[in-house]
């Protein structure tokens, strides 16, 4: 490739002058409005490629269009650096995560300095550095005073590669996030915080959320999975007051209840089962579903398998008989652990039913077409008409449904009531990389916060950390054994470490005060810069971590620490990048590094290219080809701004050229052009289409450059300030390339010191064209219109004309012939 202009002497020079200036410190004293511009902060588990480089460039265009703007803008980074990635990377290099994440940090930060990304590196925070995560242990002890914190023996996800326990979303189909090996299911102790508690705030705060994307509101939505339904009670057969609660959306189907399933993990189980004849077998039975993953128990597909066992329910509405069962289909997770089973009006009842041969009855008719439980091949599961369902037949099922609420209301076997998928945030790991719990447990006191003053808990350096099945701290006994903070007695350190979403729970309110040693954050400082203005990140995280930090800043709102509710205004997910079809991954071998690339075509380039690659929401496909487009393109603008310097001729005033029609056409392409990119900026960030426009005017530049035909076009003051607009417009996306041509321009850098241009709406209208109207293929009227008129709207106006009117009379239109911008023919 032919080096088509200097980009290794000039962007250095730029970065090291950014740098010097302070262009990215935020300042504390102005007076400007402010703009706080955050990106999600990355593990630094390894070198970046092209596709990490997307989100950072989007955020960094952001950041140099509003300080152009005239905002005082905060663009601050920082190291999510606790967690699994690094310390298995350790493990695999027989290092220390400490020293592979510090090393990681190190590459990352210069690549994202030789990308041209600007931050304000004054604010810099590491999460594993204890002046950070003595602030996550204090924010854990904020939850456990306000009774959000708690422990409980719990049935969790193991990985028994990874030798930790995972949350349920960090199971894929079964299967391990990190390492894929198969999840199996161990009961621990566990600490929890209270999200749950929050469901419905979670919930209906989501109307606040106008800028962020229609999509990640909805799989909050989904997670979050509000269900408003009964709960009935239905008393055990031989119990003695028994009952076994159980919800559901679909009360009017009560009378169709065949059969009731419990979860095998259900508290009720061990007693119901203890006079069991076939105890053993049912043992065996819940143990073999214990093994088996809860995403694929959940699945369609999975087989359902189940077991009577040999104990009945009463159906309060009927007083029937109901035989017990245990299957895999049903999770504690959902609901309360117990499902009434309706087959005759539920699939997975159906099936389930059909396999062992349960009664189906139906309940709810098919008003078009009366079913037969005997010929159904499948549940019914649409609205219809109350059958078979005592005082509530005939009546439609919505209007039942409500009946039937009422009444159970009025008796006591049921009641109205909301349920949550969302389960508690299990927060501790049995790991070692990552902010120690702040706990000890005494032998007399039991379990006992650690004061704040005596934070933080240290994470001690020297320790085994290679995964045992137990808490690696659990080994090192100068950390384990420590004194009860109340009594001065003996006591044991909680060994636990926490999930690294703790850690991005609140970070960026850290951003503000990163050096206070006295509390977690300034209120004053966040009150006042807080929410985020732009949010960017991948949409991998658009559930956890966006709902955790959401909660956690609920929880600092109720504690009359600040004074918003949601911690970012608007929301930006970008797409990823792709090659050959897949997602760029080390194991695939499709990584793409921006190092080789920048050293052959420099920085600016790339950022081009990943900006115009594709509309930065969506996915999109990584071609090396499509570089150089961008290079191209880059060295057409150098020598376009060297061709006007090294021309020796006078500038002609804008007023000689003021006539002529070309020169016109190139201003109001020129305003065009503002006008596109800045909506572009202001919009769903669709840098792509603004390089584009700045491309078209580039042409448009070079056309009238080249244009023999006109006196001296060359160097007309309009095409000067086309060329400044083409440079000021450029400068967010190769920033650079701008700064060098500014300056080479006569001006004073930094060219983001210049104020982001303004168009003229006069300028912007396209001159006038004059439209023939026909009738018969005769010419009977001239009109004006603007130049961009369309089609539809040159036939309505050719309609409506006084004089077409006229001549039309009463006839009949038969055919209306439109030649764009030219003519318009009536035929009659
Ligand atoms: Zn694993
Ligand atoms: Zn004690």
């Known amino acids: 490739m032919k080096k088509t202009y200097p980009f290794d002497k000039i962007e250095p020079k730029w970065q090291k002058y950014w740098s010097n200036k302070d262009l990215f410190k935020m300042d504390p004293d102005s007076k400007k409005p402010k703009y706080y511009c955050l990106m999600m902060f990355p593990y630094p588990s390894a070198a ?11 955020g960094d265009v952001v950041a140099r269009y509003k300080i152009m703007k005239g905002f005082n803008v905060l663009a601050p980074m920082g190291w999510d650096a606790f967690g699994l990635p690094a310390e298995n990377a350790a493990i695999q290099d027989n290092s220390h995560p400490k020293k592979s994440t510090m090393k990681n940090i190190a590459t990352m930060k210069k690549q994202l300095f030789e990308w041209g990304i600007g931050y304000d590196w004054d604010r810099e925070i590491t999460s594993c550095f204890p002046d950070y995560y003595r602030w996550t242990q204090w924010l854990f002890l904020k939850l456990y005073q306000r009774g959000l914190c708690y422990r409980k023996k719990a049935a969790v996800n193991w990985c028994p590669s990874c030798q930790t326990v995972l ?11 990190r390492c894929e090996a198969l999840v199996v299911e161990k009961d621990l102790e566990q600490w929890f915080f209270k999200i749950t508690d929050y469901a419905e705030r979670l919930l209906n705060d989501l109307r606040l959320l106008e800028c962020w994307p229609e999509r990640v509101k909805i799989m909050q939505k989904n997670w979050l999975g509000k269900r408003e339904g009964v709960e009935i009670f239905f008393p055990v057969v031989g119990g003695k007051q028994e009952l076994l609660s159980c919800f559901t959306t679909r009360v009017d189907t009560i009378y169709g209840v065949t059969y009731m399933v419990l979860a095998p993990e259900h508290p009720a189980i061990e007693s119901l089962i203890k006079d069991a004849g076939n105890k ?4 065996k039975f819940i143990k073999d579903i214990r093994l088996q993953n809860k995403a694929e128990r959940l699945s369609l597909e999975v087989e359902k398998v189940g077991m009577f066992i040999d104990r009945y329910v009463i159906n309060p509405m009927t007083g029937e008989k109901i035989p017990l069962w245990i299957a895999n289909y049903v999770l504690m997770e959902y609901g309360t652990g117990a499902v009434m089973a309706v087959p005759a009006h539920d699939q997975r009842d159906f099936e389930f039913a059909k396999k062992y041969n349960l009664p189906i009855k139906v309940v709810i008719d098919n008003p078009k077409n009366p079913l037969d439980a005997v010929l159904m091949t499948e549940a019914y599961i649409e609205d219809g008409i109350m059958t078979a369902s005592g005082q509530f037949t005939g009546l439609p099922n919505r209007v039942a449904m409500q009946k ?35 706990i000890v447990y005494c032998r007399s006191c039991g379990i006992v916060p650690v ?37 001065k007695g003996p006591a044991r350190r909680e060994v636990d470490t926490m999930d690294t979403f703790v850690d991005s729970s609140w970070y960026f309110l850290r951003y503000l005060s990163p050096d206070d040693n006295k509390r977690a954050f300034d209120s004053r400082l966040v009150n006042k810069w807080l929410p985020v203005d732009q949010y960017i990140g991948g949409v991998e995280h658009a559930i956890l971590h966006l709902l955790y930090a959401r909660f956690i800043t609920k929880v600092l709102y109720d504690l009359d620490l600040i004074n918003f509710q949601e911690p970012f205004k608007a929301l930006f997910t970008q797409g990823m990048i792709i090659k050959n079809g897949a997602k760029m991954s080390k194991s695939k071998g499709n990584v793409v590094s921006p190092d080789k690339l920048i050293s052959s075509y420099g920085a600016d380039t790339v950022r081009v290219y990943t900006l115009f690659i594709g509309p930065p929401e969506k996915d999109a496909e990584w071609n090396d080809k499509g570089v150089e487009g ?53 919009g769903d960030f669709h840098f792509n289409t603004a390089i584009s426009a700045i491309m078209e005017l580039v042409n448009e530049i070079y056309k ?29 996306f190769a920033p650079h390339l701008a700064e060098e041509l500014w300056q080479m321009l006569g001006n004073k850098p930094s060219i983001f010191r210049t104020p982001w241009p303004s168009y003229d709406p006069a300028i912007l209208k396209q001159k006038e064209i004059t439209i023939v109207i026909q009738i018969n293929g005769r010419l009977k009227q001239r009109l004006k219109f603007d130049a961009d008129v369309k089609d539809s709207d040159l036939k309505a106006a050719a309609l409506e004309d006084e004089k077409i009117k006229d001549w039309i009379k009463d006839r009949p239109v038969k055919k209306i012939v439109v030649v764009p911008k030219k003519l318009v023919n009536i035929v009659v």
């Not at 970046?48 to 989007?58: E, F």
């Not at 979303?169 to 079964?174: D, L, P, S, T």
């Not at 045992?468 to 420590?482: C, H, I, M, V, Y």
């Open 48 to 58: 970046l490629h092209v596709g990490h480089g997307r989100n950072y460039i989007i």
């Open 167 to 177: 949350a349920n979303e960090q199971v894929i189909e079964g299967r391990c996030e």
């Open 280 to 283: 053993d077998k049912i043992d």
């Open 404 to 438: 039937i609420t009422d009444y159970m209301q009025k008796r006591k076997i049921g009641r109205r009531t909301i349920h949550y998928r969302l389960r508690d945030w299990l927060i501790s790991r049995q790991r070692y990389w990552g902010a120690p719990i702040p």
């Open 451 to 487: 004061p704040d003053r005596e934070l933080p808990v240290l994470l001690p350096e020297g320790v085994r950390f290679r995964p045992q099945g137990k808490s690696p701290l659990e080994t090192q006994k100068d950390f384990l054994n420590t004194v009860c903070p109340r009594c």
């Open 630 to 682: 961008a290079y191209r393109f880059l060295g057409r603008v150098w020598r376009m701004v060297g061709q006007i310097l090294n021309s020796k001729s006078q500038i002609l005033p804008r007023s000689s050229g003021q006539a002529n029609p070309k020169i016109q056409e190139l201003r109001r392409k020129t305003h065009q052009t503002i006008k596109k990119v800045s909506d572009d900026m202001e």
């Open 704 to 732: 009238f450059q080249t244009d023999k035909t006109q006196p001296c076009p060359l160097y007309s003051e309009t095409v000067k300030e086309a060329i400044r607009i083409v440079v000021i417009l450029l400068s967010p």
